[in-house]
């Protein structure tokens, strides 16, 4: 079954649809509820859907991702953003590669370089991550570098004591860093309504390559393309 099977119906021309209800009934399973989006499945479909508001950033950061593919940090779309015709409010989806999820101590396990980098990166540019997940960085961190962050400055911009300590807790890829630094430069572009919005759900799995699968919330201050 297609989404345009569901669009057809009258369920999506409800005001406040709830997706949950839409989708069991067409046979597809939730996998996630964000702020702003749902993501379902369905068995024998390679792909997860993802449905979102029509004004929402994810319309950039999908656009972002497809001129990108070669980025294996970032999610893989098998085509642009579609209308849910008939649906109120108005709603698009997107077709997405189906990703394992990772918890949030597997991800400090496994990805504790990473995780400090996103962290200090954004810490450098007065930018932050969901305050409970900064909040879980900022405490792993400590005991990892034994080094309270908020008050070595020079872990922000200096080279060398950056260097101490990848030391100690592991350098992080360059790819991983390149990603990093892609979308720290893609926010400014989304406009003011527009945030960070990182936190362990926000990153998954492909196989052994760490996925940022929504790292933005808000709306656009333009028309989607």
């Known amino acids: 079954m297609k989404l345009h099977e569901i669009s057809i119906s009258q369920d999506v021309k409800q005001s406040n649809a709830n997706w949950q209800e839409i989708a069991a009934k067409y046979g597809w399973k939730v996998l996630g509820v964000g702020a702003e989006a749902t993501v379902v499945s369905k068995p024998d479909v390679p792909y997860v859907l993802k449905i979102f508001p029509s004004g929402s950033s994810y319309n950039a950061f ?32 997107v077709r997405m590669e189906p990703l394992q999820a990772i918890s949030e101590n597997e991800l400090f396990f496994a990805f504790m370089p990473e995780i400090t980098y996103l962290y200090l990166e954004l810490q450098k540019r007065g930018l932050e991550m969901h305050w409970n997940f900064h909040s879980s960085v900022r405490q792993r961190l400590e005991r990892a570098y034994k080094v309270h962050p908020n008050k070595a400055a020079k872990l922000l911009t200096g080279f060398f004591a950056r260097r101490e300590m990848w030391k100690t807790i592991g350098q992080p890829p360059q790819d991983w860093m390149a990603t990093v630094n892609l979308l720290v430069r893609f926010l400014p572009t989304l406009g003011q309504k527009t945030r960070f919005d990182l936190h362990a759900d926000n990153f998954m799995l492909r196989q052994n390559t760490l996925v940022l699968t929504d790292p933005f919330v808000g709306k656009l201050s333009y028309a989607p393309t």
């Open 62 to 93: 999908v656009k972002l991702c497809r001129d990108h593919l070669n980025d294996p940090h970032l999610p893989k779309f098998s085509r642009k953003t579609q209308k849910l015709q008939g649906s109120q409010p108005p709603m698009n989806y």
